[in-house]
T-cell receptor
Framework: GESVGLHLPTLSVQEGDNSIINCAYS??????FIWYKQESGKGPQFIID?????DKRQGQRVTVLLNKTVKHLSLQIAATQPGDSAVYFC????????????FGSGTRLQVQP | GAVVSQHPSWVICKSGTSVKIECRSL??????MFWYRQFPKQSLMLMAT?????????EQGVEKDKFLINHASLTLSTLTVTSAHPEDSSFYIC???????????FGPGTRLLVL
């Protein structure tokens, strides 16, 4: 079965608030993680990635945190905007030389104006 | 990031027919591309890894004779759904690997509806 899962299927936030989307993974050998954003009817869009030798990485308005001890990944979106409404997926690379990704089940982010 | 296109963006076909979906890398040569399938309100499931110049590697449970993959050039991989049935109706998405990294960039997807 899937080795990556999410705590919340739907997250509703007010515009301007910060959003936190969580993801749990089970494969301790995974060494590379990516967050994707998928809008309805479109392919996933790369947001940010992080390697297992890091615990935090920041981008524009987004931050990814990695806690390897509890195998937990989170995506923080600052000052959430209506355009951030989408389904967010975490994905992991198993680090075995196999370059495919395993995707989590996804969280829908709804931004209320 | 990498730019990937897919064609067609949507297709409707009759049961029993075959459908070909193209995935193109527009900005660099991709030796490895991936094909995923996504059912409504579900996550992406890897179908196969497409390797330029060699046979594709299929995931467990994916029939290689039904989902034919050809990666004859460094910029094009094709997925052919043979003898399509209504249960093959899905959103098919390809991705390419950026160089030596593991980052995958995805195409816009192809919506397949089999009647």
């Amino acid at each position: 079965g899937e080795s990556v899962g999410l705590h919340l299927p739907t997250l509703s936030v007010q515009e301007g608030d910060n959003s936190i989307i969580n993801c749990a993974y089970s494969n301790s050998a995974s060494d590379y993680f990516i967050w994707y954003k998928q809008e309805s009817g479109k392919g996933p869009q790369f947001i940010i990635d992080i390697r297992s030798n890091m615990d935090k990485r920041q981008g524009q308005r987004v931050t990814v945190l990695l806690n390897k001890t509890v195998k937990h990944l989170s995506l923080q979106i600052a000052a959430t905007q209506p355009g951030d409404s989408a389904v967010y997926f975490c994905a992991e690379n198993e680090g075995t030389g196999r370059r495919a990704l395993t995707f989590g089940s996804g969280t829908r982010l709804q931004v209320q104006p | 990031g990498a730019v990937v296109s897919q064609h067609p963006s949507w297709v409707i076909c009759k049961s029993g027919t075959s459908v070909k979906i193209e995935c193109r890398s527009l900005d660099f040569q991709a030796t490895t591309m991936f094909w995923y399938r996504q059912f409504p309100k579900q996550s992406l499931m890897l179908m196969a890894t497409s390797n330029e110049g060699s046979k594709a590697t299929y995931e467990q449970g994916v029939e290689k004779d039904k989902f034919l993959i050809n990666h004859a050039s460094l910029t094009l991989s094709t997925l052919t759904v043979t003898s399509a049935h209504p249960e093959d109706s899905s959103f098919y998405i390809c991705s390419e690997l950026e160089g030596s990294r593991e980052t995958q960039y995805f195409g816009p997807g192809t919506r397949l509806l089999v009647l």
